[in-house]
C-alpha cells in the first residue's frame, strides 16, 4: 500500500503543485473598476460591488507580519502546539492575509518581520494524507517547496 495522495486545505487558494522554477504564488482577484485586489478570489467586488470586473491574477509570495501569536495547545484539525500564526501585509498588492508560520521557533515571529510564501503540509487528515496549504516562513531561508 502505497502514501496516499496530499490533498489542499481548499482548492483555488494557490497552484499546487507549485510549477518547477515557479515561485510559490496565492491565486486572488483584482477589481478592473475600483482598483482593490483580494485574497480569496471573490465573485463579487466587496468594495463597489461591480458583479463583472473581477479579473483573476496572482500574490507575490513577499511580505511584512503585521500581527502574530503563538498558541500552546493543539488545534482542533490536528496541528500540533506550539505554533505560530497571524496577519500578512502583501505588497505592492495590499492585501492582508491570515496565514500560519513555520520555518523558526513560534515565538520568534513579530510584527515588521519579513516573511515568505511556502506551499506546503500544515498537517495530516483521518485518512493519512497531507494537507496543503499556504504558510509564511523568515524570508531568505530556502526555496524548497
Known amino acids: 500500500m502505497g ?17 518547477v522554477g515557479e515561485a510559490p504564488a496565492l491565486l486572488a482577484c483584482r477589481c478592473r473598476t475600483c482598483g482593490q485586489t483580494f485574497f480569496p478570489r471573490r465573485e463579487v467586488c466587496p468594495d463597489c460591488f461591480d458583479t463583472g470586473a473581477l479579473e483573476a491574477t ?14 500552546r495547545i493543539p488545534a482542533p484539525v490536528g496541528i500540533p502546539a506550539p505554533y505560530a500564526y497571524g496577519y500578512v501585509d502583501l505588497e505592492p498588492a495590499a492585501v492582508r492575509l491570515f496565514a500560519l508560520f513555520t520555518g523558526a521557533e513560534p515565538t520568534s515571529f513579530a510584527p515588521g518581520q519579513e516573511v515568505e510564501l511556502l506551499i506546503g503540509p500544515i498537517r495530516v ?7 496543503i496549504g499556504h504558510m509564511f516562513r523568515p524570508a531568505g531561508r530556502g526555496t524548497d517547496r
Not at 4 to 10: A, D, F, G, L, Q
Not at 58 to 71: E, M, N, P, Q, Y
Not at 125 to 131: F, L, M, N, S, T
Open 125 to 131: 487528515d483521518a485518512q493519512g494524507r497531507e494537507v
Open 58 to 71: 496572482t500574490l507575490s509570495g513577499r511580505g511584512v507580519i503585521h500581527a502574530s501569536t503563538v498558541v
Open 3 to 19: 502514501v496516499p495522495e496530499p490533498v489542499v486545505v481548499k482548492p483555488g487558494l494557490f497552484r499546487y503543485p507549485v510549477p
